[in-house]
């Protein structure tokens, strides 16, 4: 959750892990989606209307934290 600091899709989270860890720790694609539905279903973090940016970017999420 330390990544979702502004709203973000999946893949740009992905991609924070990775630069925040020094590419010590790899996140793949099915781990990181798991993870935001489980994240989703306990009203962790809420997904937001988008304009994608492509077909696979239709989906962005925020921390309900800081941002209520």
């Not at 991609?15 to 994240?39: H, P, R």
């Not at 306990?42 to 077909?55: A, F, G, H, K, W």
Request: hydrophobic share 45%; net charge negative.
């Amino acid at each position: 959750m330390l990544v979702l600091t502004t709203p973000v899709h999946g893949y740009a989270i992905i991609q924070e892990i990775d630069k925040l860890n020094d590419g010590s720790v790899k996140v793949a694609a099915g781990t990181m989606y798991g993870a935001i539905e489980n994240l989703l279903k306990l009203n962790l973090i809420e997904e937001i209307p988008s304009r994608p940016l492509c077909d696979d970017e239709a989906f962005v999420f925020r921390s309900r934290f800081l941002f209520d």
